[in-house]
């Protein structure tokens, strides 16, 4: 017999809502806000997810060269791109690509490593426009560092979707919301949904107390648990004290993407674009990279 738990859940609170920080450029194509890995959203309090850069709207203007970033490698962790506005175009070392429409989510598991780049995709780049984008690191356990590359080209036609009863919707990108799942496989639990509640109303999210959980204000401005006004661009963590939390939206056409994964409880070693346990696995990933174990990309 399973016992019937009645322990009421109980409500998580704002920890802090962060201002986006000063934007950088990422190449020439990506003007970003680089949420953390930064002061109190350290590295270890945002586990499993690692760093957050949040292009904010930004207006291209056409041009034929195309915008972007040129060959880099990654090792030790997934990069997830969130295509709001603007298309981007990817190739990589081992001969893959493709492009992340408006609305698709890239998942690309770095695992061992590769080299990519990462450009404004090229009818778009020669067109200009408004640029509005997300890029997720988010960290892979130690058995699972060095784990064959591979995409999840996440079209926005396979998200899952819940109606919620006073409007608007949960579009689900990985892990599941009233029984509804995303199509993302995940290392370990991670929860990714972009939350849409018609203006005035709000929706209960609920996730394990001990989940890293966050909301990031992509369009308009919104109440979280009914007191802490979280604004456009900003970021909001909740605490570790509960469960469940309720986000409202105060504007028309809000969206909210809302992050929650269950911490990878593991040393960490960075060092620009690898994610490791330990300096000697650093130590490797650059060896490996100036030796060529990652392929080669023009
Ligand atoms: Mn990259």
């Known amino acids: 017999m399973t016992a019937i738990s009645t322990k009421a859940k109980e409500m998580r609170k704002v920890e802090r809502i962060v201002a986006p920080p000063a934007a950088h450029w990422v190449g020439d194509g990506f003007h970003v806000h680089g949420f953390f890995p930064n002061g109190p959203l350290s590295a270890k ?123 608007g919707e949960v579009e689900i990108i990985a892990g599941e919301f009233e029984g509804v799942k995303g199509p993302a496989t995940t290392f370990t639990p991670v929860n990714m949904f972009n939350v849409r509640p018609s203006k005035g109303t709000s929706v209960e999210l609920e996730f394990p107390s001990n989940y890293t959980t966050l909301v990031l204000a992509i369009e308009g401005s919104g109440r979280i648990n009914g007191v802490d006004e979280l604004k456009h661009d900003h970021l909001a963590l909740l605490d570790k004290g509960g469960e469940r939390f309720t986000l409202e939206a105060t504007d028309d056409n809000a969206t909210f993407l809302v992050l929650s994964g269950e911490p990878i409880d593991e040393p960490i070693a960075a060092y620009g674009p690898f994610l490791m346990n330990t300096q000697a696995e650093l130590a490797q990933a650059i060896e490996d990279f100036n030796s060529g174990k990652f392929g080669y990309l023009d």
């Open 45 to 167: 309090r945002m586990s499993p997810f690692f760093l957050l850069d949040y292009n904010a709207k930004t207006e291209f203007p056409p041009r034929e060269e195309p915008f972007g970033v040129g060959p880099h490698p990654h090792r030790g962790f997934e990069t997830v791109t969130i295509a709001y506005k603007g298309k981007v175009e990817h190739h990589d070392s081992h001969g893959g690509g493709g492009v992340i429409e408006e609305g698709d989510v890239q998942w690309m598991t770095a695992g061992s490593g590769l080299l990519h780049k990462e450009f404004h995709e090229s009818e778009y780049n020669r067109k200009g426009g408004v640029f509005h984008m997300v890029q997720l690191w988010v960290n892979l356990p130690a058995k699972d560092k060095m784990t064959a590359p591979k995409y999840q080209a996440l079209a926005n036609g396979a998200m899952g979707r819940v109606a919620l009863p006073t409007g």
